[in-house]
């Protein structure tokens, strides 16, 4: 198995769904000769041509408009928003047609494509660039919203994305691009939406998160069983919409203590909903109140200070030392 950064692994799965699938296409601003801005899309366009690979105007609300054509046309395209701070100009028509088109025909209309999407802080960025809105997507039933956390998920829920028949807005944590390798198959794997997985195995507390939040959750775990010898779940969710609240219930009725992390701000995020399917599920098996660790309600600062804003190990640490003293 060779080993990928997660770019390179989004960017085999493409090229894999490319090469399986004729209908499949890219697009989007730079995506093509330029290889896009962070080179997801690197040897695409030399491998398949311009009528695969489209270089698209800086208008992201006909980026979209134009993919929900091509894709009710029977193709099925990858559309770029190039970060995810611009992508709300895109939103009327991912709300307004996208992820209504099944319910509009009763079914008889499907618009599978898939929407990427750079997202989240901690690469010294610019205001627009840092942002972590995946709720605002959860929220559009008809859309399912995928956020992967390493290479190997990565390249698998880019397949599976590709291949769904409904609309899939894909997060990619962009401090995660570069930062580590991971070995990924030489076989194609496909992921599951809508399934989160088990990252580490415990006992005393699950910790729930998603994302580029698993690598500093995972430390903190780790840094928690070594100082205090406390079994620790972690899971990564994969998955925001539709949510396993099936793997969050189950480890929540073993451990009896939860804490969720995540990068967005504290008010109305998928934490709360996490919180809110344990409330439902597994309410009495709870031996302390859920906590979240997440960003704070302001807009995201500027580089200088958005690792103050961001939860890093410290503070995971510390949430789940409280929950575990309660």
Same mark, same amino acid.
Request: net charge negative; glycine share 10%; hydrophobic share 40%.
């Given at each position: 198995?060779?080993?990928?950064?997660?770019?390179?692994?989004?960017?085999?799965?493409?090229?894999?769904?490319?090469?399986?699938?004729?209908?499949?296409?890219?697009?989007?601003?730079?995506?093509?000769?330029?290889?896009?801005?962070?080179?997801?899309?690197?040897?695409?366009?030399?491998?398949?041509?311009?009528?695969?690979?489209?270089?698209?105007?800086?208008?992201?609300?006909?980026?979209?408009?134009?993919?929900?054509?091509? $894709?009710?046309?029977?193709?099925?395209?990858?559309?770029?928003?190039?970060?995810?701070?611009?992508?709300?100009?895109?939103?009327?028509?991912?709300?307004?047609?996208?992820?209504?088109?099944?319910?509009?025909?009763?079914?008889?209309?499907?618009?599978?494509?898939?929407?990427?999407?750079?997202?989240?802080?901690?690469?010294?960025?610019?205001?627009?660039?840092?942002?972590?809105?995946?709720?605002?997507?959860?929220?559009?039933?008809?859309?399912?919203?995928?956020?992967?956390?390493?290479?190997?998920?990565?390249?698998?829920?880019? $397949?599976?994305?590709?291949?769904?028949?409904?609309?899939?807005?894909?997060?990619?944590?962009?401090?995660?691009?570069?930062?580590?390798?991971?070995?990924?198959?030489?076989?194609?794997?496909?992921?599951?939406?809508?399934?989160?997985?088990?990252?580490?195995?415990?006992?005393?507390?699950?910790?729930?998160?998603?994302?580029?939040?698993?690598?500093?959750?995972?430390?903190? $775990?780790?840094?928690?069983?070594?100082?205090?010898?406390?079994?620790?779940?972690?899971?990564?969710?994969?998955?925001?919409?539709?949510?396993?609240?099936?793997?969050?219930?189950?480890?929540?009725?073993?451990?009896?203590?939860?804490?969720?992390?995540?990068?967005?701000?504290?008010?109305?995020?998928?934490?709360?909903?996490?919180?809110?399917?344990?409330?439902?599920?597994?309410?009495?098996?709870?031996?302390?109140?859920?906590?979240?660790?997440?960003?704070?309600?302001?807009?995201?600062?500027?580089?200088?200070?958005?690792?103050?804003?961001?939860?890093?190990?410290?503070?995971?640490?510390?949430?789940?030392?409280?929950?575990?003293?309660?």
């Amino acid at each position: 198995m060779a080993k990928m950064t997660m770019v390179q692994a989004i960017n085999l799965a493409l090229h894999e769904e490319m090469e399986r699938d004729d209908s499949v296409i890219v697009m989007g601003e730079d995506v093509g000769v330029d290889e896009g801005v962070f080179r997801v899309t690197a040897g695409l366009h030399e491998a398949f041509g311009s009528a695969r690979v489209l270089d698209t105007p800086l208008a992201e609300s006909g980026i979209l408009g134009t993919a929900i054509g091509m $894709a009710l046309a029977g193709l099925r395209p990858v559309a770029e928003m190039q970060f995810s701070g611009f992508s709300y100009l895109m939103f009327p028509q991912l709300e307004g047609h996208g992820s209504r088109f099944r319910s509009r025909t009763q079914g008889r209309m499907t618009v599978p494509l898939v929407v990427r999407m750079p997202y989240g802080g901690g690469v010294r960025a610019l205001e627009h660039h840092s942002e972590s809105r995946e709720a605002s997507y959860a929220h559009l039933p008809g859309v399912k919203v995928v956020i992967p956390s390493g290479p190997r998920n990565a390249r698998a829920l880019m $397949a599976a994305a590709v291949r769904d028949p409904d609309p899939v807005v894909f997060m990619e944590p962009k401090r995660s691009y570069r930062v580590f390798r991971e070995e990924v198959p030489e076989e194609p794997e496909i992921g599951q939406i809508g399934r989160a997985r088990i990252a580490r195995e415990g006992s005393d507390l699950t910790l729930v998160s998603w994302g580029a939040m698993m690598r500093p959750v995972l430390h903190a $775990a780790e840094e928690v069983t070594s100082s205090r010898g406390a079994s620790i779940e972690v899971i990564d969710l994969l998955t925001i919409s539709p949510l396993d609240g099936s793997a969050i219930a189950r480890s929540v009725s073993k451990t009896g203590r939860c804490v969720v992390v995540q990068e967005a701000p504290r008010s109305l995020g998928v934490a709360s909903e996490v919180i809110a399917q344990i409330n439902d599920r597994a309410l009495m098996h709870l031996e302390a109140p859920v906590n979240r660790i997440t960003g704070y309600d302001v807009v995201t600062p500027y580089f200088g200070r958005e690792m103050g804003y961001i939860p890093g190990p410290g503070r995971i640490r510390r949430g789940i030392e409280e929950t575990l003293d309660f």
